[in-house]
């Protein structure tokens, strides 16, 4: 029987590589992965610093349970161009920083201690993918994914994959395909055998098949009373594959949902029904270690998505990311569009078929995941190439005829070889181009972007970004024009049928090479800072959902008579789901309802105070006495959310809130704290630029400088964990705001996996 554990542990990192020396321990510091070959600045930092080659090695000992076994070690993903040695001799080679590859022991072990050299090179290398041209996000050094230890008999489970039938028809039926690992080439003889079970492990149907060390396909059908897979309700089943032969045994398992997914031209449908896409793109990049945070960072960031923005898909721009992040996408009932790693550029020959087992690995991975819908098979934006993207397309329909391919590109007139037209489409804001006699447009008509003469299933990837960076701290009316054009994109999406949804540029920000952003290393693109923090644009997002999931009230302002150009506040956004919204002021009370005239498409459209609501005079002029405000949302006649404003805000608050008051001490375990500076009615207040030193006490590290300075009223940090349980105290200051403490724990529990 397989045993998977976690070989995250006990490594020494060193700088720079020597091939001579892989047989060699080298002097330098111990870490655990994931990790990150050079922590960074948050910005203004030379991004050519993790440019070049480490060393990660470790000491595995030998154990008698290796006897006889095959043993190998899985990494996740490691940045990139990694080579693997085993007491000096190279046992495997992987290019590409975004997809896992396996180093084989077996047969090569001493029965005594061997050591186990990883050379990582951070260098743009032209040959691997996205490099040879300029991409827009970083590509940071390091092991950065999780690394396994796996032993299994000698005849194993290379892979299953999982294909649901039938999936709308009472009688549901799902086919169960087994690879073999058999790398000794033995003869082989057993049984494969398939359980399908439910959220609580009970066996609800089961199959059986003869193997000979060949593939095996298994079928279970007449399946009944099972429960589709839903971004309202994700239920997730099981299949346990168990494998007999006269070489041993092993199992394993992987989950997946019965749901249909389907662009048409008449847009999305899931489980048959239509469905709007309302989605942000995301990189996997943190602040200070990059790419290397595990498992409970990716994860917050699926729930941001899901449970903070309310949205219904998340784009993996632009490569395929963390495992426990599409596992809670699964869980949670997130829509995931997964894509090659690439950006704009198309290398040569060696480079094209890299990316083509790109395409090969990330489907092989993935293709259990329910939340996965799309796959894109083609490089971000760039130009077309015909044997290419025949190739990647035939390969993505062979590996996976269950799921559409789709092709990102912001050029007009592309050649359309995918099921899906994906449009990068940044025609908002061109009005303002010199020479332009286009009228302010939100998306153009598909046709006019495809150049077909029908229309085809259409999907917009990104929209935003970098036509109009947006800072958490920036003037207020530049951050309501930055809200309007999300507005605006969303509008459109949603009033023409024929497009499955649109897909903003993006979540959050994220560190860039110079080329790019606004020449601090940070493309301020999203509606989150880069701690996670939403911007006003979040709301656009959030206020789209139910009700009855969250009711949502939010004035793009500052509320200040001097922060908008000549003055003012109108006209006021509020980006809400409410029926109606009353706003005090003084001894003036206004109630407005949504702005169907300018959005009539969207869900829920947002209240717009203007000159319309109130005077000139009513608000008063510059010079006049500036009163508080009091806003009310309605829905249904009854009061669901208040808000204050304060005309004279003062720092009164300092708020510190984590994620979560527990982190697990064993691994890379982590926790976000966000500390905000409030007043005296509990508002962020926008620019205070304040520092505030953290000290923590008890096992657990603080990631990144222990002196931040606020940013839009808020900053942040990550807590790592130490491997050491025991209680955690944060003790935050402020000069202005005082000092705030939060006690947390580190708990032990296992880290294994099968």
């Excluded at 007491?87 to 896992?100: F, L, Q, R, V």
């Excluded at 789209?544 to 150009?565: D, H, I, L, Y």
């Excluded at 657990?700 to 990550?718: E, Y």
């Amino acid at each position: 029987m397989r045993s998977v554990t976690s070989f995250n542990d006990s490594w020494v990192f060193s700088e720079g590589f020597n091939a001579a020396d892989a047989g060699m321990l080298q002097a330098g510091d111990p870490v655990s992965l994931p990790h990150n070959a050079v922590e960074l600045p948050f910005n203004y930092f030379d991004e050519t610093s993790y440019q070049r080659a480490f060393t990660y090695q470790k000491v595995i000992a030998w154990r008698p349970d290796f006897a006889g076994r095959e043993i190998s070690i899985v990494f996740d993903a490691a940045m990139a161009d990694a080579v693997v040695y085993l007491n000096g001799e190279e046992i495997i080679a992987h290019k590409d920083g975004y997809t896992p590859f396996e180093a084989r022991l077996t047969g090569r072990l001493r029965e005594s201690d061997n050591l186990i050299t990883v050379k990582i090179d951070g260098s743009e290398n032209p040959e691997i993918p996205p490099f040879g041209g300029r991409i827009d996000y970083l590509t940071y050094a390091g092991i950065y994914r999780d690394v396994w230890l796996k032993i299994t008999d000698p005849v194993a489970i290379a892979n299953i994959k999982i294909e649901p039938r039938d999936v709308l028809s009472d009688t549901k039926s799902v086919s169960v395909r087994c690879d073999l690992a058999n790398p000794q080439g033995l003869a082989v003889a057993g049984t494969v055998t398939a359980l399908l079970r439910d959220a609580n492990g009970e066996v609800l149907a089961e199959a059986v098949g003869e193997t000979s060390g060949e593939s095996v396909t298994l079928d279970m059908t007449g399946l009944k009373g099972l429960s589709l897979w839903d971004i309202d309700a994700p239920v997730l089943y099981q299949v346990d594959v168990q494998l007999r032969t006269d070489h041993g045994r092993d199992r394993l398992a992987s989950h997946f949902g019965f749901r249909t997914a389907e662009f048409t031209v008449d847009g999305f449908r899931l489980n048959g029904r239509p469905l709007k896409i309302r989605g942000l793109n995301r990189h996997q990049a943190f602040p200070y270690v990059g790419y290397a945070m595990g498992r409970s960072a990716q994860e917050r960031d699926a729930e941001l998505l899901k449970h903070k923005l309310h949205c219904n898909l998340v784009r993996t721009s632009h490569y395929p990311q963390s495992k426990w992040f599409l596992d809670h996408c699964d869980r949670i009932g997130l829509l995931v569009f997964e894509e090659i790693p690439g950006w704009q550029h198309i290398g040569g020959e060696a480079w094209k078929q890299e990316a083509i087992q790109n395409v090969a690995r990330m489907i092989e991975r993935d293709w259990n995941h329910p939340s996965i819908v799309i796959w894109g098979v083609r490089i971000n934006e760039s130009q077309d190439s015909h044997d290419f993207y025949v190739e990647t397309n035939r390969l993505a329909r062979e590996l996976d005829p269950t799921r559409q391919t789709g092709g990102v590109r912001y050029i007009t007139d592309s050649e359309f070889l995918e099921d899906v037209y994906t449009m990068n489409d940044f025609i908002l804001g061109n009005e303002e181009l010199p020479g332009s006699n286009r009228p302010r447009t939100a998306l153009r008509p598909q046709q006019e972007c495809t150049g077909l003469s029908r229309k085809v299933p259409y999907l917009i990837t990104e929209f935003g970004g970098h036509m109009y960076p947006t800072k958490i701290y920036d003037q207020e009316q530049r951050q309501a024009e930055h809200v309007r054009r999300h507005l605006e994109v969303l509008n459109a999406a949603h009033g023409d049928p024929s497009i499955s949804g649109a897909i903003g540029w993006c979540m959050f920000d994220y560190n860039t090479h110079k080329d790019f952003g606004s020449g601090d290393r940070i493309c301020y693109h999203g509606v989150m800072d880069m701690f996670r923090e939403p911007k006003f644009a979040a709301y656009v997002y959030a206020s789209q959902c139910a009700p009855s999931e969250e009711v949502v009230m939010k004035p793009v302002t500052f509320w200040a008579r001097g922060e908008r150009n000549i003055g003012g506040v109108l006209p006021l956004i509020v980006l809400t789901n409410c029926d109606e919204i009353e706003l005090k002021y003084g001894s003036l009370t206004k109630r407005v309802g949504p702005d169907r005239e300018t959005f009539p498409h969207l869900p829920h459209a947002p209240v717009v105070i203007d000159h319309r609501h109130f005077t000139k005079d009513e608000l008063g002029v510059w010079g006049m006495k500036w009163e508080s405000a009091e806003f009310t949302g309605f829905i249904g006649g009854k009061a669901v959310a208040h808000l204050r404003m304060v005309a004279d805000p003062l720092p009164t608050t300092l708020e510190v809130e984590a994620d979560s008051k527990t982190l697990r001490a064993e691994g890379r375990d982590s926790v976000r704290v966000v500390v905000r500076a409030l007043d005296q009615v509990g508002n962020v207040l926008p620019f205070l630029n304040d520092a505030v030193d953290i000290a923590v006490e008890g096992p657990a590290r603080l990631i990144g400088p222990n002196r931040l300075v606020f940013q839009g009223g808020s900053t942040g940090f990550w807590l790592g964990s130490t491997g050491a349980a025991g209680n955690i105290s944060v003790t935050v200051t402020s000069s202005r705001v005082g000092t705030t403490k939060l006690d947390l724990s580190a708990t032990s529990e296992g880290a294994a996996r099968v």
